[in-house]
């Protein structure tokens, strides 16, 4: 295996942030190709073993991939450099995106546009749905964690962090496989420094802005954030719904229809789509305080979304090979996919809901209480179009920025004809 130089790494990590469109499953493909089949830099075991590592953290998996590949090439440095230009691409697209959104987001024609752009993001969210469903349902145990996940979050309105928690541990005692005792866990020196150190760079920020203005927006911005960083356990998909119902519902920061016009946004960009994040913060801020203070709830955002994928990383990077071979960690990695394809699946019908219809509440059923909307606010222009964006997703298999930009120009025609 040839190490290449820290110049040659730079540059091909910076082609690597510019190229990763189409969510985790084409980023990961990217890496593979770029850092295994034309770079001899990681061979396919250690780039396999850091995959199923990385899909154990909370976080994007594909921006901790290409941190642990920097690490492995050049240590924590090689981590850093391949780490941020892996995010700081999409990073500045979604900012000068929000920034014109929040300007323009009101006029008529761009109103049309992100319906044809809200059409086409559920059936987005449907192609992953089928996607990881195929990858992670291969028995009855994880087709039930996936039907108890989609019951708890849909009916029950079940904290997402604990469907995750009871997900995972199903997994680890029922789901495990073989040991592998070939591999030695490896004695390594400066752990507990590697944790602090990052703790610190990641919660300090924070801890001022608690001490300097308690109970402000920045504040308050980044302690969500924070905590959601915590638990985003099987990609942004997964913890759109959690994210969805506090902005929205708890907060206020933002409505339904602009929640979803930021993750349609989103797909359009490099980088990891929990990118979402920054817009959200972007437009709370602004919202509250104009362009100086969503520009500062952006960069807060960003701070406490992505900081914790490096304190991961450099914290468990030494341990890789031995935790691939553990049974009791796979198997409760085998849980939480399982569990995330209900998570999705909730997910799917929630923003098909809110697009069709005008009104949705809540209404209670016995014990649960089950989304329902109401059918005079029925909107047949979401409709067509989502049958639009479905023969162009999962019939036609066109390109997905492609794909949004013909929804994009599809919700403007019926805007103009009907």
Sequence with gaps: ???????????????????????PAAQIALMHRELVETRPWLTERQYLNALSFCMLLPGPEAMQLATYAGWRLHGVAGGLVAGLLFVLPGAAVILALATLYAAFGQVPLIEAMFLGIKAAVVMIVIEALVRVSRRALKSRLAYGIAALAFVALFAVDAPFPFVIVVAAAIGA???????????????????ARTALTWLVIWLLPLGLLWLVAPGGLLAEVGLFFAKLAIVTFGGAYAVLAYMVQEVVGEFGWLTTGQMMDALGLAETTPGPLILVTEFVGFLAGYGQGGWGLGLLAAL???????????????????????????PRLTGALSGITAAVVGVILNL?????????????????????????PDWQTLQPGAIVLGLLAAWLLLARHLDLLLTLVVMALAGIAWSLVF
């Design 1 to 23: 295996m040839t190490a290449p130089t820290r110049a040659e790494a730079a540059r091909v990590f910076a082609r690597i942030g510019l190229l990763s469109f189409g969510g």
């Design 173 to 191: 005692f029922a789901m495990a496989g073989e040991a592998d005792a070939a591999v030695p866990l490896p004695k390594t020196r400066g752990t």
């Design 300 to 326: 807060v955002t960003l701070w406490v979304t992505f900081a914790p994928c490096f304190l991961w990383i450099f914290l468990g990077a030494p341990y890789v090979e031995w935790i691939g071979a553990q």
């Design 348 to 372: 799917s019908l929630w923003f098909a809901l809110h697009v069709a219809f005008g009104m949705v509440d809540r209404v209670p059923l016995g014990p649960a209480a089950l989304w329902w």
